[in-house]
C-alpha cells in the first residue's frame, strides 16, 4: 500500500471520463433506448386497437352476412310465390282460351252446317222440281202447277 | 519467462508497479525512484487504466453517435444492455433527479469491470512480453522491468475512485441539505440534544469516512487478493494449469461482481447523500 501521485493521476483519469460520459456518451444512448421503448409501446397500443377494430368488423360482418341470408331466404319465397302464380294464372288463361277456342268451333260448325242444310235444302228443291218437271212435262205444263210444287218445297 | 532464484523475488516482482519520477537528473525509473516519495507515478496503472477507459468511452460514444431508434445492430443491442441494466439500478435506488448519477453509475461499472478483467490475462503474459521489449530495446534487465497490468490492484486506482465519489457525497449533501443541514446531520444524529453534539460527531464522521474508505478498500482487497492466488498458483508447476482454470472460472463471477457492488454502493451513498429528513 503506497500512495503516490497515481492517485492523482486516477483521479483526473475518472473526473475526465465522468465528465465525458455525461456529455457525450449517456445522452444519445438514453434517448435512442426511450425513444425505442416509445415506439414499441406505441405499437402494442396499436394492435391492440387493430386487434379490437377487427373484433368488431367481424361481428359487423357476421351480422351483415346473417342478414343477407335472411334477405335472400325472403326474396326465394316470394320468386316461388309469384312463379306459382304465374303458373296458375297462366293454366287459368290457357283454359280459357281452349274454351273459347272450342265454341268457336262449336259455332263455326252449327253455321256451316245451317248453310250446307240450306244448300241442300235448296238443291233437293231444285233436285224434285227438275223432278217434278220432268215428270209434268209429260202431263202438264210446269207452270199450271207451280202452286203444287211450292207447297212441296215449303213442306221440305 | 525470465527466471527468477526465489518464489519470492517471482511475486514481489509481480507485485511492483513500474514507477517513474522525476529527480534532479531527469525522469528516471523503478529502483530510482525507491526515495522520491509522494510524487512517483504508477505509468503501468495509469497507461493501461486510461487505455482501458479510453477504449470503452470511445466505443460507446461511437455507437451512441450512430444510435438508431429501429432495429439496433449488434453492437448497439449489446451496449444498450448495459445501459438499460446501470439505468433500472439508478431508477430503483436513486430517487433525486440528477444527470450525473446515471453516467457515474456508467462509468464506474464499465470501466472497473473491464480494468478487473485484466485479472484473467495470463499473469506472466505481460510482464514477459514487457521485459523482452525491456531487454532487447533498451537493453535493460528484464527482472528491472516492471509491469503490473491490473489497475484495480493497485490502491491508488481504487482511492482515485472513492475519492471521487466522496467528494460527490458531500457536493450534493452540501447542494441538498445546505450547510446547516449537513451539520445537523452530523451532529443531531442519532441522539437528538446539545450535550452528545460531540458524541454524535464522531459517530457520523466515522459513517461518512468509512463509506469511500471500504468502498476502495473492497475493491483493492478482492482484486490484490485474486491476483496473488494467480501468481502463487503460478509458481508450482504443472500442477498450476487446472488451478488457474478452476481459479480464473471462479473469477467470471467475482470480477463482474465486485464492478457492481461499487456502482451500487456509489448509487446508495449518492442517495442517501441526496436524502432530506
Known amino acids: 500500500m503506497n500512495f503516490n501521485a497515481t492517485l492523482i493521476g486516477q483521479l483526473i483519469a475518472f473526473t475526465v471520463f465522468v465528465v465525458f460520459c455525461m456529455k457525450y456518451v449517456w445522452p444519445p444512448l438514453i434517448a435512442a433506448i426511450e425513444e425505442r421503448q416509445k415506439k414499441i409501446a406505441d405499437g402494442l397500443a396499436a394492435s391492440e386497437r387493430a386487434e379490437k377494430d377487427l373484433e368488431l368488423a367481424q361481428s359487423s360482418a357476421t351480422d351483415k352476412l346473417r342478414e343477407a341470408k335472411e334477405e335472400a331466404s325472403k326474396i326465394i319465397e316470394l320468386a316461388k310465390k309469384r312463379a306459382t302464380q304465374l303458373v296458375d294464372e297462366e293454366t287459368q288463361k290457357g283454359h280459357s282460351e281452349r274454351e273459347k277456342i272450342i265454341a268457336q268451333g262449336h259455332a263455326e260448325i252449327e253455321a256451316e252446317k245451317n248453310r250446307v242444310k240450306e244448300e241442300l235444302r235448296k238443291q233437293v228443291a231444285a233436285l224434285a222440281i227438275a223432278g217434278a218437271q220432268q215428270i209434268l212435262a209429260r202431263e202438264i205444263d210446269a207452270q199450271a202447277q207451280s202452286d203444287i210444287v211450292e207447297k212441296l218445297v215449303a213442306e221440305l | ?277
Open chain 2, 1 to 277: 519467462m525470465a527466471s527468477y532464484e526465489t518464489t519470492q523475488e517471482y511475486i514481489n516482482h509481480h507485485l511492483t508497479n513500474a514507477r517513474m519520477c522525476s529527480t534532479e537528473e531527469g525522469i528516471v525509473f523503478n529502483k530510482a525512484c525507491e526515495d522520491a516519495g509522494f510524487w512517483v507515478w504508477h505509468v503501468d496503472t495509469i497507461g493501461w487504466s486510461v487505455f482501458i477507459g479510453i477504449s470503452f468511452l470511445f466505443l460507446f460514444w461511437r455507437v451512441g453517435k450512430k444510435a438508431t431508434t429501429g432495429v439496433p445492430s449488434k453492437t448497439q443491442a449489446m451496449i444498450e444492455l448495459i445501459v438499460e441494466f446501470v439505468d433500472d439500478n439508478v431508477k430503483s435506488s436513486f430517487h433525486g433527479n440528477s444527470k450525473l448519477i446515471a453516467p457515474l453509475a456508467l462509468t464506474i461499472f464499465v470501466w472497473v469491470l473491464l480494468m478487473n478483467l485484466t485479472d484473467l490475462v495470463p499473469v506472466d503474459l505481460l510482464p514477459w512480453i514487457a521485459g523482452l521489449i525491456g531487454q532487447y530495446g533498451f537493453g535493460m534487465d528484464p527482472k528491472d522491468v516492471y509491469m503490473k497490468i491490473v489497475p484495480t490492484t493497485d490502491i491508488n486506482t481504487t482511492f482515485a475512485l472513492s475519492l471521487g465519489v466522496f467528494i460527490l457525497i458531500i457536493y450534493y449533501s452540501l447542494k441538498i441539505k445546505g450547510v446547516v443541514g449537513f451539520t445537523k446531520e452530523l451532529t443531531m444524529q442519532p441522539l437528538n440534544h446539545p450535550v452528545f453534539i460531540p458524541f454524535n460527531f464522531i459517530i457520523e464522521s466515522v459513517t461518512l469516512l468509512a463509506r469511500p474508505l471500504s468502498l476502495s478498500l473492497r475493491l483493492f482487497g478482492n482484486l490484490y487478493a485474486s491476483e496473488l492466488i494467480f501468481i502463487l498458483i503460478a509458481t508450482i508447476g504443472y500442477l498450476q494449469l487446472p488451478l488457474h482454470f478452476a481459479w480464473a472460472v471462479f473469477h467470471i463471477l467475482v470480477l463482474p461482481l465486485q464492478a457492481f457492488i461499487f456502482m451500487m454502493l456509489t448509487i446508495v451513498y449518492l442517495s442517501l447523500a441526496c436524502e432530506e429528513h
